[in-house]
């Protein structure tokens, strides 16, 4: 009988190791080691701690506002000159008319004329030098006187030389040149001519100046800028603490309301009651079964906890366990 509940134990905890190998890490430590024989326990979450306090938080700063006025205009209207004074002026053309008249073109003069010379062409011979006497060295027949020089021993003589003659061809005038008187008479010829009738003139006419008026705007009243201070708001605010973190505990339970797959809990009288054992809940926090938001009271379980140090053995099997746990 022991046996069997033995074996039965073992496949119950090896199931539920390989139910739960990956939420290890949500896990609390490894079953106690302290759990006695025929005590089932449940691992449980035990929700954080806070420590609550208030505190006043700035909901809007302190600032400045202003108030804007704009600035009054208000219309005017001013007269100008459009067009100034002035004068227009209006020419009229002169007036001309159409004449016909007989003038001079040539004077009458008197031209005179010419009557060339008559001329003759005569050829003379005519005396260039005249005859004259000169000295002649040496002996000369014939002249008219002789000279001795003692002193060289030469002779002169006194010789007549002949005159020189050139024959010369010259114009002679037949008749003299006169003038001849020619009248000629005046030319006269028709013309055609614009005479003025009535002169030009300019007539002046006055313009007189034009007013108008324009819209301006003219500042009535400047813009104004009015400010005012925004006090700061303020607002209570509750806030939270950690105090202790949210934690796993093994906590002991009623091995008859385990209902896990394949475990029957022995119907021995050698397993002890749990009940005056069984933990009272923790005064500072609430206690959860594991993977469920449900308060664990003092009866409850987790069905996905297996069932922590629930087998039951010989005193062989005990005493063995308890040097395994020194």
Avoid at 187 to 213: F, H
Avoid at 283 to 305: F, H, I, K, R
Wanted: hydrophobic letters at 30%; a negative charge.
């Amino acid at each position: 009988m022991k046996h069997q509940l033995l074996c039965a134990s073992a496949i119950t905890l090896l199931t539920a190791s390989t139910a739960f190998a990956g939420d290890t890490e949500w896990f609390p430590p490894d079953p106690p080691t302290t759990a006695a024989t025929g005590e089932c326990y449940a691992r449980v979450r035990i929700a954080p701690e806070y420590d609550v306090y208030s505190e006043q938080v700035t909901t809007q700063d302190s600032y400045e506002r202003y108030n804007v006025a704009p600035p009054s205009l208000r219309d005017e209207y001013r007269e100008y000159i459009s067009r100034e004074a002035g004068m227009r002026y209006i020419v009229h053309e002169p007036v001309y008319e159409t004449v016909t008249e007989t003038v001079q073109v040539r004077p009458a003069y008197v031209e005179y004329e010419v009557v060339p010379a008559t001329h003759d062409t005569v050829t003379e011979t005519i005396l260039v030098r005249e005859p004259r006497m000169v000295w002649r060295r040496g002996y000369v027949p014939g002249a008219s006187m002789t000279r001795f020089d003692s002193e060289t021993g030469e002779v002169w003589c006194l010789v007549e030389e002949a005159g020189e003659y050139q024959t010369v061809t010259r114009n002679i005038v037949v008749s003299p040149a006169n003038i001849r008187e020619i009248n000629h008479p005046a030319e006269y010829a028709q013309i055609t001519r614009d005479v003025l009738v009535q002169e030009a003139r300019i007539e002046e006419i006055p313009i007189a100046e034009e007013r108008d008026t324009y819209r301006i705007e003219v500042l009535d009243q400047h813009a104004t800028v009015d400010s005012h201070v925004v006090p700061v708001e303020t607002q209570t605010v509750t806030r939270y603490s950690l105090r202790t973190e949210e934690r796993w505990e093994w906590r002991l339970v009623d091995c008859e309301e385990i209902n896990l797959p394949g475990h029957n809990p022995p119907m021995s009288s050698e397993i002890p009651p749990v009940a005056s054992r069984q933990a009272a809940p923790s005064s500072q926090g609430n206690t959860y079964l594991y993977g469920t938001d449900m308060p664990a009271d003092g009866n409850a379980y987790s069905e996905e906890v297996p069932v922590a140090q629930a087998s039951y053995s010989s005193p062989r099997s005990s005493s063995r366990s308890t040097r395994r746990q020194r």
